[in-house]
């Protein structure tokens, strides 16, 4: 069974918030790389530095 995230402030998460939520639900790394870089590219994440939005290419 699969745990359910709790809702968060979504100013208040960073990178590693983003990464350490996607892996308690993948199965292993090279899953949570895959979704992670998804999230990114399809506009679902949007990275910022002090409120300035930042692009972020995944190769």
Same mark, same amino acid.
Not at 14 to 33: H, Q, R, W
Not at 42 to 53: F, I
């Given at each position: 069974?699969?745990?359910?995230? %709790?809702?968060? +402030?979504?100013? #208040?998460?960073?990178?590693? !918030? *983003?990464?350490?939520?996607?892996?308690?639900?993948? %199965?292993?790394? +090279?899953?949570? #790389?895959?979704?992670?870089? !998804? *999230?990114?590219?399809?506009?679902?994440?949007?990275?910022?530095?002090?409120?300035?939005?930042?692009?972020?290419?995944?190769?």
């Amino acid at each position: 069974m699969k745990k359910s995230l %709790k809702s968060t +402030n979504r100013s #208040a998460m960073t990178f590693g !918030d *983003l990464v350490l939520a996607v892996s308690s639900c993948s %199965k292993n790394l +090279n899953e949570t #790389a895959a979704a992670v870089a !998804d *999230l990114i590219e399809s506009g679902r994440v949007r990275l910022t530095n002090n409120g300035r939005a930042l692009r972020a290419r995944v190769a």
